[in-house]
C-alpha cells in the first residue's frame, strides 16, 4: 500500500464530537517519562552511564511484561503495576529489585520528575482551538484514573478538555467498548458521530472502531514503542482507521472548510 493509499483512509460524514487520549496524543508523555527515567536511574542504577538513558526509557514504554496493560484490565492495582516496571528496569539494566518496603521512595522519586515533566503536543492546544471553535464537543477518555489525568491535563495547559472517562470510571479501560460508549454519553454524541484519537493503534483506534466510533491513529514520527506494539500505517488503513502525525490534520476532518 503506498503512502497515498494510507492517507486515503476516510473519516465519513459529520461529526459532533472529538475524544482524545491523553498520553502521547495531547501531552508528551514520552518526553515526561524521559526525564523521569533520567532520574530514577541516575539514583537507582548509577551504573548506568546518561548516554544508555534513552534504552532505559524504550524499555520502560515498551513494558515488555505487559504490566499497564494488566492494570488497565482491572488485574493489578496501580502501584504494583508500577512497582514491577521499576523492577523490570532494574533487571534489564543490572541494578538491585526495589524492595517493597523502599518502592514508596523509588515512586516519589519517579513522580516528582515525571509530573515536573507534563507538557502538551505543540500541536495540541491550536486543533482544540479550532474543533472547539467550530461548535465541536471535545473530551477526553484515557486509561489511566480520572483524577491524576485531570491534574495532568491542567498542568499542560489543557484544563478545558473535560476527563470523560479514566480507568476508575467503569473498572477497567481500553479497548472494551464499554469505556469508548460511556465517553460518548458523557460527552452528549453518538458514537457514530464522534472520532477518537488516540497514539496507540490497538487499544486506540482500532478499539475506538470495533465500539461504533470512527478512529484517527496518531503515529507521530520517532513515538513507536516498539515489542508487541501493533504500529504499522498500511493496517490501520485497511482497517478504515485515518493515519496523521501531527493534530494539526485532525482538524480539516473535523471543521467544515
Ligand atoms: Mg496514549
Known sequence: MTAEQVGAAV??????????????TLVDTRSAFGTAM?????VYLPHVPAQQYAEVLAVWRRDAGGHYRAYTRGDLPF?????????????????QPVAEEKFDAWDAVFEAAF?????PHDDALAAIDAIVGAGVAVGALSNASSGYQTRKLECAGLAHVPMLVGVDTLGFGKPDPRVFLEACRRLGTAPSRTLYVGDELDFDARAALAAGLQAVWIDRPGSRRGGSYI?????????GIRVV?????????????
Do not use: K
Not at 533520567?38 to 541516575?42: G, K, L, Q
Not at 502501584?79 to 541494578?95: D, M, V
Not at 504500529?231 to 482497517?239: K, T
Open 11 to 24: 473519516v465519513g460524514g459529520d461529526l459532533d464530537g472529538v475524544l482524545f487520549d491523553i498520553d502521547d
Open 115 to 119: 509530573e515536573g515533566a507534563w507538557t
Open 231 to 239: 504500529e504499522d500505517p498500511a493496517l490501520a488503513a485497511g482497517e
Open 79 to 95: 502501584r504494583r503495576q508500577r512497582h514491577l516496571r521499576a523492577n523490570e528496569l532494574q533487571e534489564t539494566f543490572g541494578g
Open 38 to 42: 533520567a532520574t530514577v536511574a541516575a
Open 245 to 257: 502525525t501531527t493534530l494539526a490534520e485532525i482538524v480539516p476532518l473535523v471543521v467544515e472548510p
